[in-house]
């Protein structure tokens, strides 16, 4: 759960932090919508075709993986920040990673939590406990990235 908060709230803070960096570098509307769409197009397509490649027996490895994946990508972000070499193509690009990893990591966290369960019948509190956790990263992720990126820029968002 503890795990699972961090990476909540951790992808949402990066996320509205590569709005408002993109919206700060380019001013265009049509360019922040392309980075929304890679972040969260690939949810269409790769989602289902991961989440029926996904079984009990993989889920930890491949929601591992996803996970050191998502590390790789914001060190990669915080060091072009650092180096001043974060554009917006970079951060397009970095974006359809973020967005095709995302996707991946929903269903096999998903399969994670109902093999975990060493009792079925607490399967309806996982579920709940799965999505308090989503929807308070919803809330909470942006608001730290709404203060943080003003305040301190976006290598501390990244941190």
Known sequence: LSGQIASVLGSWTQN????????????????????????YGPQLIVAPVAGSRI??????????????????????????????????????????????????????????????LRNASLTSNAVAMNTMVYNVGRMVGPTIAGFVYPAFGERMSFA
Request: aromatic share 4%; with cysteine; hydrophobic share 60%.
């Open 16 to 39: 509205v932090t590569l709005n408002l960096l993109v919206y700060h570098l380019s001013g265009s509307a049509a360019i922040l919508a392309l980075l929304n769409f890679l972040l």
């Open 55 to 116: 079984r009990s027996e993989n889920a930890r490895r491949v929601t591992l993986c996803v996970l050191m994946t998502s590390l790789v990508l914001t060190a990669s972000l915080f060091v072009l920040s650092f180096a001043g070499m974060l554009g917006v193509k970079l951060i397009l690009a970095h974006a359809l990673a973020i967005g095709i990893s995302s996707a991946i990591e929903v269903p096999a966290r998903q399969v994670l939590l109902l093999s975990s």
